[in-house]
């Protein structure tokens, strides 16, 4: 039995004996401390406060108050949360649950979307229901705390829609020492309900348009109340907290009948004073318990769950190495004849050399197509089925090409297929690869070229073993929220894949969802809709399609000239349309502006997503400009015809970062007016992209995409066909591989 | 029978890919249907299920592996090493797999690395925390030579945001005592060599063994603001 030990420091030795019991040490492992520093700690770069742009330790989120935001317990503070850091609380008091996300979008500004329930406020079907409300906040830092200086910041709390939470603030929160925190602030709105000191304009109750609209017209408008409060740090786990709170609660207070949204179950709670007090205790994996004492007659708590979107458990991959670029070898010794005595000779060698080369790019998840040998250059043409960083992919495949072709290919010329069609050629000079492999990835980037492929050739080879046909099962699982009625359904069951490549760039692809249990049936509500009935028969779909084909469709996809890029699709193209899809993008390669038009003409699906048809059919189509802004973000318009027969646009803006994760909000503006549009007013909604390769620390291309919309209407609906063009052939091109060059060597 | 080592995988995933997970499904529980744009795609349940057995195995893989030393260093042709981290339970043996370009890549039976130019680790694969690559020819010159002297180093790592992080330090390298080392089949004295770098993030001090040919016998290296120091050993060259 083996046990290592620590003797005691001898003058100037540490040493790590490896020793065997009852034998002699076999070896010695020596922790070497120069004599003159043997009482020193001796670690690296650890610094308390580490530049966010390290990102190397943990990110510490301030805690955050019962509206989701970083602040007392009511109340806000001026405090900011890091760059990138995402939280999701779940608070109750006083039969009031509050559900937040709050991402910190940009380092001063904190965005958060909010979902309360009051529980037995409004008048429902059998007595007393639960009323819900979606809000949205926004806080920006004007001031970042320095010396004398407080942090300073202004916010809006509830600035989409009905306000039932609606105010305004100006806030400054001062560190005095290091435990003490005091906040001090003005309020507007419900932040000014009691204890005003004065006021500015008149605030307006009507609700505009159909709701849905940020309500411009009451910010900072009315009334003016101070509000406070301190936090002190008792230890590195608890923070106790108290503030003064000029919010009254009006209507869930009952203290006033005649507050706006004072509904028949109110009260809900008794307010009694205006002081709040708290206890937050913070875990080890940074989730936060607080407990509070509310206005002097109830309790509530609160959960939060945070995560920082830069940060990750092991964010160089716990994958290993792959083949370094060491040995160079002769055509011979691979197995290869270049040039050979007679035609079938050099075929014969060629296959091995190819069938080698094919193997060894499959050990690495790399999928070999066809490999053309032009000495001095070899152009392999291939499709990633691993890395969801890209260089990553590209890396391995130049270093196997190193390793397995001959010395006479002095250049690689890599070709990343998407959908079957080349998205870009990717060419390193072997050299480049031998002499910059343990220099910084940026020197090879330098070095290497990215061009446009729509000229080569996507045919598989002989020794090409790509699967035509692949196929899976599994289980899914359906969302939808935000009904009224039932805030949370699920459906869940399984799902049939399968797909055959006819040629590499012609698919023929379908997918079969079963239901097997669930409740996105059973909305009872009836949704008025003044436009053609293209979305919210949502509930008919779910109700009728037990067994419903989700796709099943044909797709072409081509290389019409130099950046262009094309997709025709034909068939049953998602659940509730079938018809004919087609577009085309112009993007070239070191280009961050894409420009794409669409064209679909559609007919709207049976309920029960079998193969059957009704009546609405229509043309729908859009030109869409893509922008990639370089710091992180990414913008996006759509303008055009929607489903509905309506004209408008779609914006959308992205924060991208290299790892994966993706969170954005769009807007719709269409011709069609808010009262035909409905509740809501216009269509908007958050989406947020979860790269799996993130949450597991190994390389993966599978994400999932969750799109948060407020309320389907029929408004501004885009047809949502797969594999639209400009998502996959960005991925091998100069911006984004730029982005994520860190990973080639990895 | 030659004693046996039992070795551990220094890589430890901690408690943040809990709370990552936590967050995630939490975070989940509002998904709608998935998109079929960008990357391939997966539902929130295969999404949940992934990230399930990742946790699961996480849990229950601690990789022993029994070594029988004596007969490697015996009958093995490559070079070995050992790798200690500092947070780390137990050292992990290294076998060299490739050489050439000056470097030598040493890797675990897991299937993490260490690529090391003459015993200088200049970068490190599969711990999660790497360092990705080394910028130090002034300080692998002055070590070789076991000269006293200034240099400057570049480091350079991937954050979780993906992106690549530099870190540059300024060095000050002095020549210390003799020593002797006995390590596996190593039995010889060397120079130790002291390395004391200052940068805007922190500073650090690496120390080395170095033979009479200035190949780095034995040495503590920091490596990663995160992972700190490791001592980096050879047992066989």
């Known amino acids: 039995m083996l046990f290592i030990n620590t003797t005691g420091r001898s003058a100037g030795f540490r040493r790590l004996v490896l020793a065997a019991k009852g034998t002699t040490a076999i070896a010695t492992l020596a922790a070497l401390l120069p004599h003159e520093v043997a009482a020193q700690d001796t670690d690296g770069p650890r610094s308390q406060n580490s530049p966010s742009h390290i990102s190397f330790d943990p990110a510490i989120a301030p805690s955050h108050n019962l509206y989701g935001m970083p602040g007392l317990i009511d109340l806000p503070t001026a405090d900011v949360a890091p760059d990138a850091q995402l939280t999701t609380t779940i608070g109750y008091f006083a039969n009031t649950t509050r559900t937040s996300f709050s991402f910190q979008l940009l380092p001063r500004l904190t965005t958060s979307f909010r979902y309360t329930a009051l529980a037995d406020y409004v008048t429902g079907d059998d007595g007393l229901a639960t009323y819900y409300d979606r809000s949205f906040d926004l806080k920006y830092q004007l001031i970042e705390e320095d010396g004398w200086r407080p942090s300073v910041a202004v916010g809006l709390r509830d600035f989409i829609g009905t306000g039932l939470y609606s105010g305004e603030y100006l806030v400054a929160t001062k560190s005095i020492g290091s435990r003490l925190q005091v906040t001090a602030g003005l309020g507007w709105g419900r932040l000014a309900g009691r204890g005003a000191i004065g006021g500015f304009g008149t605030r307006p109750n009507d609700v505009l348009d159909e709701g849905g609209v940020p309500t411009y017209d009451r910010w900072f408008r009315g009334d003016i109340a101070p509000f406070g409060g301190l936090s002190y740090r008792v230890n590195d786990r608890l923070t106790v907290s108290a503030e003064y709170s000029s919010d009254a609660y009006a209507a869930e207070s009952g203290a006033d009948p005649s507050a706006p949204f004072t509904g028949p179950g109110a009260p809900l709670f008794d307010r009694k004073s205006s002081v709040n007090f708290g206890l937050d205790y913070r875990f080890k994996g940074g989730t936060q318990l607080s407990v509070y004492s509310l206005y002097g007659d109830t ?448 | 029978m030659g004693a046996r080592l039992a070795m551990s995988s220094p890589m430890k995933m901690n408690n943040r890919l809990r709370t990552a997970a936590l967050t995630l499904c939490a975070a989940l529980m509002v998904t709608a249907c998935s998109s079929s744009a960008g990357k391939q795609t997966t539902d929130g349940a295969s999404l949940g299920k992934a990230v399930f057995d990742q946790f699961m195995s996480r849990r229950n893989a601690t990789p022993q592996q029994q070594v029988d030393l004596a007969t490697m260093l015996q009958t093995s042709r490559n070079a070995l090493a050992i790798l200690a981290l500092e947070n780390s339970p137990a050292p992990t043996l290294l076998q060299e797999t490739e050489r050439g370009s000056g470097a030598q890549v040493f890797e675990t039976a897991a299937g993490q690395s260490v690529t090391a130019k003459r015993g200088l680790v200049i970068a490190t694969r599969g711990l999660g925390q790497d360092l990705i690559a080394t910028e130090a020819h002034g300080t692998a010159k002055l070590i070789a030579q076991r000269t006293a002297g200034s240099a400057q180093r570049r480091m350079e790592y991937l954050n979780g945001a993906g992106e690549t992080v530099t870190l540059r330090f300024d060095c000050q390298i002095k020549r210390d005592r003799i020593e002797p080392i006995d390590s596996g089949v190593i039995k010889t004295t060397g120079r130790l060599m002291v390395e004391d770098c200052n940068g805007a993030e922190g500073s650090f001090r690496n120390t080395y063994l170095v033979a009479n040919d200035g190949y780095i016998l034995s040495s503590r290296q920091w490596l990663h603001p995160q992972l700190g120091s490791a001592t980096f050993q050879m047992l066989k060259r």
């Open chain 1, 299 to 746: 309790i509530g708590a609160q959960l939060s769950f945070s995560t920082n979107l830069r940060r990750s458990p092991a964010p160089s991959g716990i994958e290993g190495r792959g083949v370094g670029v060491y040995q160079r070898a002769s055509a011979k010794s691979l197995g290869w004849d270049l040039p050979s005595t007679t035609a079938a000779d050099a075929a014969g060698e060629a296959a091995n050399g190819r069938a080698r080369l094919r193997d060894a790019l499959a050990a690495d998840g790399l999928t070999y197509q066809r490999l053309d040998l032009a000495p001095p250059r070899a152009t392999l043409v291939l499709r990633n089925d691993r890395y969801g960083a890209e260089p990553q992919a590209l890396g391995r495949a130049a270093r196997h090409m190193a390793q397995w072709l001959p010395t006479e290919i002095r250049e690689f010329r890599i070709v990343p297929l998407v959908n079957g069609v080349p998205a870009s050629a990717v060419i390193v000079a072997r050299a480049d690869l031998e002499h910059l492999q343990h220099a910084p990835a940026d020197k090879l980037l330098k070095r290497v070229k990215i061009a446009d492929a729509a000229a080569i050739s996507n045919a598989p080879d002989a020794a090409s073993q790509l699967a035509r046909s692949n196929w899976s099962l599994g289980p899914y699982t359906q969302f939808s929220v935000f009904d009224p009625d039932n805030p949370i359904r699920i459906d869940a069951g399984l799902r049939l894949r399968a797909s055959y490549a006819l040629r590499p760039n012609l698919e023929v692809s379908g997918s079969l969802a079963h239901k097997i249990v669930g409740n996105l049936d059973s909305v009872s509500r009836e949704i008025p809709s003044n436009l053609p009935r293209v979305r919210t028969d949502y509930a008919e779909y779910s109700r009728q399609g037990q067994t419903a084909i989700e796709h099943l469709t044909i797709s072409h996809f081509g290389r019409p000239g130099t950046d262009l890029y094309s997709r025709a699709t034909v068939g049953y193209l998602e659940t509730m349309y079938a018809g004919v899809s087609g577009e085309l993008l112009w993007k070239p390669v070191d280009s961050p502006l894409a420009i794409g038009a669409e064209l679909n003409h559609v007919r709207q699906r049976d309920f029960d997503q079998r193969f059957g048809l009704r009546d609405y059919q229509t043309t729908t189509g859009h030109v869409s400009a893509y922008y990639a802004f370089g710091n992180g973000f990414h913008g996006q318009i759509d303008a055009g015809r929607y489903l509905a027969g309506d004209y408008g646009a779609t914006i959308a803006v992205d924060r991208e970062f290299a790892n994966g994760w993706r969170i954005g909000a769009y807007a719709s503006f269409t011709d069609v007016s808010a009262a035909d549009y409905g509740e809501g007013s216009f269509d908007k909604g958050l989406r947020m992209t979860i790269p799996l390769s993130w949450v597991l620390g190994k390389p993966s291309r599978s994400e999932n995409t969750v799109t948060l919309q407020p309320l389907t209407r029929d408004g501004a609906a885009r047809l949502d066909v797969r594999d639209r063009l400009y998502q996959r052939v960005r991925d091998y091109h100069t911006p984004d591989l730029s982005n994520e060059w860190g990973r080639v060597w990895r």
